[in-house]
C-alpha cells in the first residue's frame, strides 16, 4: 500500500511540473518552438495545462495522505530480524526521500502556475 501511495505522490506532483513549470521555463529560456512541439506530440499535455486547478487539488490532497502516512509509520517498529530490518529502515529513508522530492516538485509546479503569472 506504501509503495502505491508513494509512487501517486510522485506521479501527481510530476504532472503538476509538466503543467506548469516545463511550459514557463521552456517559454522564459526563450524555447516557444520546442513548447509548441511538446504540446503537439505528447497526448494529453493540453489537458494537463487546461485543468491545471483540479490537478493541484488532486496533489495537493495524495500529497497530505503521504505527509499523515508518513507520521503515523515513523514509529513503527521494524523487524527484529537483521536482513529485514535493514529493508525496514531504507524503505522508510526512500519513502520519506520520495515525498520531500513530491513537495518540492508540487511547490516549483504551484509558483509557475498561480504566483508567476500575478508577478509578470
Known amino acids: 500500500m506504501k509503495k502505491i501511495i508513494d509512487f501517486f ?14 511550459p514557463a521555463l521552456l517559454v522564459s529560456i526563450g524555447a516557444g518552438s520546442t513548447m509548441a512541439f511538446l504540446s503537439g506530440y505528447i ?18 490532497v495524495m500529497l497530505v495522505i503521504g505527509g499523515v502516512l508518513q507520521v503515523k509509520n515513523r514509529n513503527r517498529d521494524c523487524p527484529l530480524d537483521g536482513s529485514r530490518s535493514v529493508l ?17 516538485i508540487y ?3 504551484g509558483f509557475f502556475a498561480f504566483v508567476a503569472p500575478i508577478l509578470i
Not at 510522485?10 to 503543467?19: E, G, I, V
Not at 529502515?89 to 518540492?104: K, T
Open 43 to 60: 497526448p494529453g499535455f493540453i489537458w494537463l495545462s487546461q485543468n491545471k486547478v483540479y490537478l493541484f487539488i488532486f496533489s495537493g
Open 107 to 109: 511547490s516549483i509546479g
Open 9 to 22: 505522490l510522485l506521479f501527481s506532483s510530476t504532472s503538476t511540473l509538466m503543467c506548469c513549470a516545463l
Open 88 to 104: 525496514c529502515q531504507a524503505s522508510r529513508s526512500r519513502s520519506e526521500y520520495i515525498y520531500f522530492i513530491s513537495l518540492i
